[in-house]
């Protein structure tokens, strides 16, 4: 095994080796300054910035060697590259330093995260490791401080740590030893010893039936009276509009006993109904925001025919979203920091009836708003660079997102259930599209590749429709 030192030379030589341009490279997106880029961890605000950290493979497009890249800013506008946090260099830790969060306590930064140990019998090992930081950036090891519990088996990870009164809990993502996703708590008075309170939810605990074989990446806070957890299953079946990528992130509200450790909720809705989006974390801000990051990617089968690959980097983070809790659900919203990408503007009214019309964007980075002032029709469709579209069919109730595939062979479909469509709100970096429908009801995260007219947006509808169209191109600060 390497030392700590030889891994972190390894990294900064491959990063001064690296001179490739990109032209697919996110503008205003987090991405991996080389390699692949997954999970949101330790989201926090400590000494005056905002500060991501990110799963990160650094020698290759694949799931291989994972450490804590790190990003910081004082505005999720400018972001400022680090050294990696955590480089996999103790037993504990040997092949990966996982998921995990970060907590601000007696002026220094404390990472929480997963050590995940591969044994020579093919199975694993499973430690809830801690790290502590006085500047940010540079962190010591303390070890485990959790060790895997009686009933689950090693699939036993990301601890997300909050404070509630004067204690500290922390959730983690679980697997039962009958092969069931589960999250469970713990508490501490000090964040070194830790009680281990028993399972907080999934089948048999606050659920009646099997909802999936592992559950990744708890989140659990209050927000709007509310206590909401978030959290990432694995193996749930497609339904019709549910559940139609490899893995699953979503929330349940409801309320938790904390003397009790009694969670009593709703039901499972999806965050996000795009092609990419998985293992969402969020963090408060020092305004009182929840604010979510979430990889703005999939581990499936296409994962390896993105074609970023070609220039030795995969992945990105999705914008930060504001969360807020309307009619029983979470509602997205970007960021307001984001209106500073803003650059030159255009806006117009459209009253169009069974027209097709086009729209020239003069630049790949955008912001688009749409205010439906009327709609009396069948259906709209929205078509962007030729490989994306956004359709809604109002007799069926649908709205659908479309998209080529990675090599442009096939198209491919997310869909969801709702009546009404007031105002679209999206943001166009190059390759990655995020559209918020309806102040952030529903969101739809995608990666696409163009292939020509990149400028390109159509409009078409089927009945008569009046809206609101303006659009900014954005400014690009990485
Ligand atoms: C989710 C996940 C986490 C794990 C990390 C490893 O994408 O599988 O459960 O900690 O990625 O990179």
Known sequence: METEIQLRNQIVQRLRDNQQQDENRLA????????????????????????VFFQWNPFDTKHTFKCWGHYSSTDFIHWEVHPPALVPSEWYEKDGCYSGSAIVYDNKLYLFYTGNVKTTDGGRETYQCLAVSDDGIHFEKKGPVIYLPEGFTPHFRD????KQGNKWFMVIGAQTKELEGLITVFSSDDLINWQWLGPLAGNGVSLSKYFGYMWECPDFFALDGKDI?????????????????LYQSGYFIGVWDIKTNKYVHGTFKELDHGFDFYAPQTFEDPNGRRILLAWMGMGDEQEQTHQSIKSGWIHSLTIPRELTVKDGCLYQKPVEELRKLRNRASSETFSMANEEIDVLLDSELQEIIIEFEQFEG????????????????????????ERQNFNHSKWEKRQCKIDKINNIHMYLDRTSLEIFLNDGQIVFSSRFYGENAKKQCSISVEGNTKFSWQNWSLNSYQ
Do not use: R
């Open 378 to 401: 069948k259906k709209w469709e929205i078509h962007i660079q030729n490989n994306c579209k956004l359709i809604f069919n109002k007799i069926e109730s649908i709205v659908t997102l």
């Open 159 to 162: 601890p997300k740590v909050w």
């Open 28 to 51: 205003f997106h987090l991405t991996p300054p080389l390699g692949l880029m997954n999970d949101p961890n330790g989201l926090v605000y400590y000494k005056g910035k905002y500060h």
């Open 229 to 245: 957890l978030i959290v990432s299953p694995q193996g749930l079946q497609a339904e019709p509009f549910k559940y139609e990528n």
